[in-house]
T-cell receptor, first 115, second 113 residues
Framework: DTGVSQDPRHKITKRGQNVTFRCDPISEHNRLYWYRQTLGQGPEFLTYFQNEAQLEKSRLLSDRFSAERPKGSFSTLEIQRTEQGDSAMYLC?????????????FGPGTRLTVT | AQSVTQLGSHVSVSEGALVLLRCNYS??????LFWYVQYPNQGLQLLLK??????LVKGINGFEAEFKKSETSFHLTKPSAHMSDAAEYFCAVSGGSNYKLTFGKGTLLTVNP
């Protein structure tokens, strides 16, 4: 069991550029979640997938944010036309479905800095 | 709707002293409750969870928490603090079909030698 992995761990980009982050969940987990954590705050839910289906995306912060999980394994989170307010830690978590869906395991996060 | 309030953004204890981190929640459905720990520049590690079984929950590293429905609380305790416990702790609530976690703002625990 290798745990949830995220890549890159750190990303520095200039305002207006597009960025994409990757998350690889625990292999047998079919649910995958994205959260955003800003300085001094707890993580905030963005979206989640069950297998390849995106079941809730209403919390994605704007239409500049999009997420995919094309084959039900890894997922990507893209931010287009980045703004300084997008600077945050982006966390991915995964879980089993059903009774154990509440037990989410987090990756190390991708820290985004927009200059 | 669900929410979590963590009382005290910063708690400082001496090594060997009792650790008490407070969490109150609000939920319109029966809640599942969690405590996570976050070390600097790392993700969150699950310490313990309440999922409607026993109200006193034991977790890793000697931590435990008690679910009190009448007080809508889920406070985290540890009898004797170690230096390695210094970290940020987050209380979270979940409930409903999407299983999303709603977190509090966190409590930074400092352990003094």
């Amino acid at each position: 069991d290798t745990g949830v992995s995220q890549d890159p761990r750190h990303k520095i980009t200039k305002r207006g550029q597009n960025v994409t982050f990757r998350c690889d969940p625990i292999s047998e987990h079919n649910r995958l979640y994205w959260y955003r954590q800003t300085l001094g705050q707890g993580p905030e839910f963005l979206t989640y997938f069950q297998n390849e289906a995106q079941l809730e995306k209403s919390r994605l912060l704007s239409d500049r944010f999009s997420a995919e999980r094309p084959k039900g394994s890894f997922s990507t989170l893209e931010i287009q036309r980045t703004e300084q307010g997008d600077s945050a830690m982006y966390l991915c978590a995964s879980s089993l479905a059903g009774t154990y869906a509440y037990e989410q395991y987090f990756g190390p996060g991708t820290r985004l800095t927009v200059t | 709707a669900q929410s979590v309030t963590q009382l005290g953004s910063h708690v400082s204890v001496s090594e060997g002293a009792l650790v008490l981190l407070r969490c109150n929640y609000s939920s319109s459905v029966p809640p599942y409750l969690f405590w996570y720990v976050q070390y600097p520049n790392q993700g969150l590690q699950l310490l313990l969870k309440y999922t409607s079984a026993a109200t006193l929950v034991k977790g890793i590293n000697g931590f435990e928490a008690e679910f009190k429905k009448s007080e809508t609380s889920f406070h985290l305790t540890k009898p004797s603090a170690h230096m390695s416990d210094a970290a940020e702790y987050f209380c979270a609530v979940s409930g409903g079909s999407n299983y999303k976690l709603t977190f509090g703002k966190g409590t930074l625990l400092t352990v003094n030698p």
